[in-house]
């Protein structure tokens, strides 16, 4: 009998019992919870609203949940739509993201991630509208305006619904040439504005100086700019601010420069006159 007793395996014995004893335990703290869920009120609601922009506000979320929803503050726990309210929350043009969930306390905590934009579209008949970085319409407001670059003149792309994504090869290479320019130190100061011409070629307003920059399109963008620079650096100081009327750098290799009574220097002479 003792021996039968000593090849009892005690130490796995008690690993189950250890086991059966857990598993006990969190049964009656899921149930404890669950009852708390159903007896519990909501204590209070708290915003955060996270982001850049300032589109919205904890007062805009606060109203919208109120407004379809009635008062959170005061009601059982499980009368709370949470998965309502977030789908709400991510119709909102400007929201990204939302997360709600409501901690031991009985706080709702709502937090809202706001869209990001990028760049103003004002297009050739005036219809205006921003694109996020994730290439979506967002609608203007008058409650805010963003700190970004605006693009106008002959850009036939417009805006129907919120969050539709860009469609044309020329807004698309807009959003390129913000993307590359916004870490770079020289043209993130340099460029004001963005202006497409009859032709569909892209140009840029400089915030020194009256030349008008032409581009073409945002292929090979770098050597474009960069033959900008030479520009800036070796031609203007010889012929004066203002003596060209445009600086058309879209053709590879070259830069033709047009002055204001109409002649125009090919990009030869111009390597001509550096020499």
Known sequence: ?????????????????????????????????????????CTSMRVMVEGKET????????????????RVVGRPLNQIPVEKIEKALLELPYVSAAEIFVD?????QVSVQQREVV???????????????????????????????????NIREGYKRALDTVQTNLVK?????????????????????????????????????????VLGNAEQLDRK??????????ILPKVGADAYRTVNVKYDDQIICERKEGWVLDSLQLKMKMN
Request: hydrophobic share 45%; aromatic share 8%.
């Open 1 to 41: 009998m003792f021996r039968a007793i000593r090849n009892i395996p005690w130490k796995l014995l008690g690993y189950a019992c250890l086991a059966l004893i857990a598993l006990v335990g969190v049964g009656m703290l899921m149930s404890l919870v669950k009852k708390k869920d159903v007896t519990q009120t």
């Open 104 to 108: 031991m306390d009985g706080v709702l």
């Open 173 to 213: 290479d807009l959003l390129t040439i913000v993307d590359h320019v916004k870490e770079d130190p020289l043209w993130s100061n340099q460029i004001v504005q963005l202006y497409v011409n009859e032709h569909q070629d892209i140009e840029i307003v400089p915030r020194v100086g009256t030349q008008q920059l």
């Open 119 to 153: 760049l103003r579209i004002v297009n050739k008949v005036g219809q205006e509208y921003y694109i996020d970085t994730k290439g979506a319409k967002v609608p203007v407001t008058l409650k805010y305006v963003p700190h970004v670059l605006v693009a106008n003149g």
């Open 55 to 70: 589109f919205i506000d904890q007062h805009d979320i606060s109203d919208l949940v109120k407004s379809k929803f009635g």
């Open 225 to 234: 700019l960069d033959r900008l620079v030479v520009f800036y650096k070796k």
